[in-house]
């Protein structure tokens, strides 16, 4: 399974077209893209100093400081077809393309997104739609195909000059787009309808999340994306809501909208948050959604014993990956391949000890510990636990981290009632 979903990137990516936007949806069901709107800039203002030629690129007889990157439209957009061909591309997403100079320096132009337009739109033969089929089209993405115009421009002329460069002439968006820009001043167009029940789930995922325990910030009238278009003529709507969350929630609202031609990957690490949404909102279509992706906690943790860490070796042994967290045991045998720090790590460094000290040591956001639910399936013995080799022999986890590791843990770790007669040391 693909753990993702959001299509919006916030940093230039050198992997060229965000893999999130054409991840998640079936390629084959966007319309093509008639024209694309691209704003470039120089990727580290070119402080190197060093100018292209050949390729389009001027470098003779230019003093020091008058340099300036200057590069051919025609050139980027033959990059940009080569790297996105048949790919998604979503309004706002980023793009890197790369130039090599005489000298073999690679010299990067950070593309940005900055308008679409899909072929109906375009070629005018769209017939007049009802609200609820116009709802339907998605106005900030499209597939790019051999035909798709792309209008090359620099977003600031006194950093880089595109030679034959032009802007997308003006056209008209959809009546039904609102301009919505996020907390974290990330904008891009939605259709009206969409907006309210996308905000409403999106606060309930956040609530979900353990946001919002005082209030619910908002954003103040001023505040507004500095990429958002001033003069388009729709209306703007400012979300307490950061760009991702927003994001991801509207393209799960999309995948319902099209249940037979959008499927939604869901990330594990939301899966607590979306549940406790679609519990809040009574949304029965989210709740199967999350139980599908995840087997459910009351069906896999096992409650009424210890797993001892012969178990846990046998396990192992034959190909399945448990881990030894805190005393959790977390099975992620179906998640490692996705594992962001590599799926070599774990499987070579962390088993059948207690990875507790690397786990702070590598994970510096808290953004691991959201997974962990989803892959508890009990605790460690302690009779074990007490005489478990740590993963960093001689450093101990921090009392900091064990104390935030466990504000998040406790809610749910279970603890296993002491049978008669059973010998039990509680160390954790
Ligand atoms: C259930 C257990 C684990 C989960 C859910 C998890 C999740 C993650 C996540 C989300 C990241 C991205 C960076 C971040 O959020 O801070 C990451 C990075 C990483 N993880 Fe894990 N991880 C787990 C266990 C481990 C273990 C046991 C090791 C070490 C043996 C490890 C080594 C790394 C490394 C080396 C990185 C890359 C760090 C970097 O780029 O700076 N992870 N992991």
């Known amino acids: ?26 390629k084959r069901d966007y319309k093509l893209l008639s024209a694309v709107g691209v704003e470039v800039h120089p990727r580290g203002n070119g402080s190197n100093g060093n100018i292209m030629n050949a390729k389009g690129l001027i470098s003779d007889g230019v003093k020091e400081e008058q340099k300036q990157w200057c590069f051919n439209a025609t050139d980027i957009s033959r990059r940009l077809i080569n790297q996105t061909f048949r790919s998604i591309l979503t309004v706002n997403e980023y793009i890197v393309v790369s130039f090599p100079d005489e000298n073999d ?36 993405r499209g597939r790019v195909d051999l035909g798709t115009e792309l209008y090359i421009y620099p977003s600031d002329p ?18 039904d787009v609102v301009h919505v820009t996020t907390s974290d001043m990330e904008w891009f167009p939605v259709r009206r309808l969409l907006l309210a029940p996308c905000i409403k789930l999106t606060k309930y995922v956040q609530v979900g999340r353990g946001k919002y325990k005082n209030e619910i910030p908002t954003l103040s009238d001023e505040e507004r994306s500095e990429d958002a278009p001033t003069d388009d003529g729709c209306p703007h709507c400012k979300v307490p809501i950061d760009c991702c969350t927003f994001d991801r929630v509207l393209l799960f609202i999309t995948s319902l909208l099209y249940p037979d031609e959008h499927s939604f990957a869901l990330d594990l690490s939301e899966v607590n948050a979306l549940s406790s949404a679609a519990d809040a909102l009574g949304l029965q279509v989210l709740d199967d959604l999350c139980q599908s992706q995840s087997s459910t906690f009351e069906s896999r943790v096992i409650k009424d014993r210890y797993i001892r860490l012969a178990e ?21 045998s179906r998640w ?41 399936i009990g605790e460690l013995s302690p009779e074990d ?32 009632e002491e049978k008669a007669g059973e010998k039990v040391h509680k160390s954790f």
């Open 336 to 376: 490692i391949d996705e594992h962001p720090g590599g799926p070599s790590i774990i499987p070579t460094q962390a088993l059948n000890i207690d990875c507790t000290v690397f786990f702070e040591m590598y994970h510096v956001s808290r953004q691991a510990f959201l997974y962990l639910k989803s892959f508890y």
């Open 158 to 175: 006194k950093s880089v000059t595109v030679l034959g460069g032009r802007c997308l002439p003006k056209g008209t968006l959809p009546e």
């Open 1 to 26: 399974m693909k753990i993702t979903c959001c299509s919006r990137i916030t940093q230039p990516t050198t992997k060229g077209t965000s893999k999130e936007s054409s991840a998640s949806f079936n």
């Open 385 to 416: 636990a007490v005489n478990l080799r740590s993963s960093a022999e001689g450093v101990e986890a921090s009392e900091g981290f064990l104390l935030s590791l466990r504000s998040y843990t406790d809610e749910w770790r279970v603890s296993i």
């Open 105 to 140: 320096n690679i010299h990067e132009l950070v593309c940005r997104i900055s308008e679409v337009r899909t072929q109906e739109e375009n070629d005018g033969t769209s017939k007049s739609m009802t609200s609820a089929e116009a709802t339907m089209d998605d106005p900030y």
């Open 312 to 332: 846990v070796k046998t396990r192992n042994d034959h190909g399945e990956l448990l881990i030894l967290l805190d005393g959790m045991v977390l099975d992620i």
